[in-house]
């Protein structure tokens, strides 16, 4: 185990960077959903910290990095927040204080819990500690149980057809309406709660301080910036009569509230990661991942892989009873991808580039080509799948070739997956968003389209940036 050099960017463009890479990840989330879509912050805030920060660090370490932190951020996905919002900004509940109140406190916890699990990871891939599979699958295991005992304890019981609801209850319920038609949402927020505690109290008993830090500032990330975020979309609920007069007429009619709300929750905990990361950049480390001999081997991880592909594709495009009951749930649909990560020789690059990819590729093809009818569906199965899946699984067997290069950086490998990512998911969203170009008359969409421009322009300085000092690069396989 070593420290790599890491010539990390000054504090605040690392920070500027970060807000970038989660704002407009966390905002393109919003079109396409809950766990597979919330991996695109992942990937992309990853990658961005990483780059600005330790630009040096082994690019096999940093690719695991990179996996970790995509997977685990699509566990917070199972938590409902639909009605949370709701409670902040509802008609009926306009005014009510404490209802407001009420909801902001309830997406500070949800919030805190799914960005939590994601520095956590990330931690774990850059805190120097060697996690087996075999440890990895041991501490989830744990945590499935201890989350099971959550939900039991915090989230149960729930019977709305009787109208009993647990104690704790952060959804929309008949406290806060009483005599409504009400369609109230099972919450597992106590299970997330038990899951992240087993899971940091794992990353302690290893020393893997980095993690347990990195844990805290994702939940303090998420924790602000999910209630920062709807404070936005509640202030325009509770002023309407404001923004229908004057100047604020004309905006209001082409800003999609909701999406700056994701957004901006995206940018705050983007930038706190960033500072978190900046903060204990010390103890980063360089953890041995090479003997192959502790590798999975090919026979177990080719299997695995084509288990969790085949069962993530049957989840998003279909409706398969038993498998929806499993990959529904975020932490049982990361399992077995954070367990691959750990020590599988191709998984980090295949998870973490097509695969991350493939859920989005295809809802966009089914909004664009079969709902919406905007294009043939020939051609949207040839531009919005097969040539970016094609082309991201190609760029990911190079990254892995090129990782075990020795003496190879993440400067060198991260960056080719940052530019082409950022630019994938910024055309994907561009088209879901029907072309918003700015010259055009202006819909719902076009604010947030220059807001993720902006975001994108940055990314792209960071990916094309070469560090001072940057030694030259490793030779190629």
Same mark, same amino acid.
């Given at each position: ?198 899971? +940091?109290?794992?990353? #302690?008993?290893? *020393?893997?301080? /980095? =993690? $347990?830090? !990195?844990?805290?500032?994702?939940? %303090?990330?998420? &924790? ?38 994701? +957004?901006?929750?995206? #940018?705050?905990? *983007?930038?706190? /990661? =960033? $500072?978190? !990361?900046?903060?204990?950049?010390? %103890?980063?480390? &360089? ?48 399992? /077995?991808? $954070?367990? !691959? ?7 980090? &690059? ?48 190079? /990254? ?78």
């Amino acid at each position: 185990m070593s420290a790599p050099e890491c010539r990390p960017l000054a504090p605040l463009p690392t920070v500027i960077l970060g807000a970038f890479a989660g704002g407009m990840g966390w905002g393109i989330r919003g079109q396409y959903g809950h766990e597979t879509g919330a991996m695109i912050a992942g990937l992309l805030l990853s990658l961005t910290l990483i780059l600005a920060i330790c630009p040096g660090l082994p690019a096999a370490v940093s690719l695991r990095a990179v996996a970790w932190g995509t997977a685990a951020i699509g566990f917070g996905g199972s938590m409902t927040y639909g009605q949370t919002v709701g409670l902040t900004h509802d008609a009926e509940l306009v005014g009510n204080w404490a209802a407001l109140r009420w909801g902001l406190l309830g997406l500070a916890l949800k919030g805190g819990l799914w960005i939590g699990f994601a520095g956590l990871f990330l931690g774990l891939g850059l805190g120097g500690v060697r996690h087996r599979s075999r440890d990895i699958a041991a501490a989830m295991a744990v945590a499935l149980a201890l989350c099971a005992a959550g939900i039991w304890l915090f989230n149960e019981p729930f019977e709305p057809a009787r109208k009993i609801l647990p104690k704790i209850y952060f959804s929309d319920d008949w406290r806060w309406e009483p005599g409504a038609l009400l369609k109230p949402r099972r919450e597992v927020w106590g299970g997330y709660l038990f899951a992240l505690l087993s899971m +940091t109290a794992y990353a #302690a008993w290893r *020393g893997d301080w /980095l =993690a $347990v830090r !990195l844990a805290g500032w994702g939940a %303090l990330g998420g &924790a602000m910036g999910f209630p920062l975020g709807q404070c936005l979309q509640a202030g325009h609920a509770w002023n309407r009569e404001f923004f229908r007069t004057g100047a604020w007429a004309e905006w209001d009619r082409v800003i999609n509230w909701w999406n700056f709300m994701e +957004t901006t929750f995206g #940018a705050v905990m *983007g930038a706190t /990661l =960033a $500072v978190g !990361l900046w903060r204990n950049r010390g %103890l980063i480390q &360089a953890a041995d991942h090479s003997p192959p001999a502790e590798s999975l081997a090919p026979v177990v991880e080719w299997p695995l892989l084509g288990l969790h592909l085949g069962l993530l594709t049957l989840a998003e495009f279909s409706s398969v009873a038993w498998v929806d009951a499993v990959y529904d749930f975020g932490l049982l649909l990361g399992l /077995l991808p $954070v367990v !691959l990560i750990a020590e599988g020789r191709w998984a980090p &690059a295949l998870l973490a580039l097509p695969i991350t990819a493939l859920p989005i590729c295809g809802k966009t093809l089914g909004s664009l080509a079969y709902e919406q009818n905007a294009l043939p569906r020939e051609l949207g199965w040839a531009l919005l799948v097969a040539v970016p899946l094609i082309g991201v699984t190609v760029l990911a067997l190079k /990254l892995r070739r090129r990782a075990a290069v020795p003496g190879a950086t993440a400067q060198e490998v991260l960056s080719p997956a940052l530019l082409v990512t950022a630019w994938l998911y910024f055309g994907l969203n561009y088209a879901f968003f029907r072309f918003p170009w700015p010259w055009a008359e202006w819909t719902a969409r076009t604010p947030n389209a220059l807001v993720y421009t902006v975001c994108l322009a940055g990314l792209t300085w960071l990916a094309l940036r070469k560090p001072s000092g940057q030694p030259a690069a490793a030779g190629r396989p």
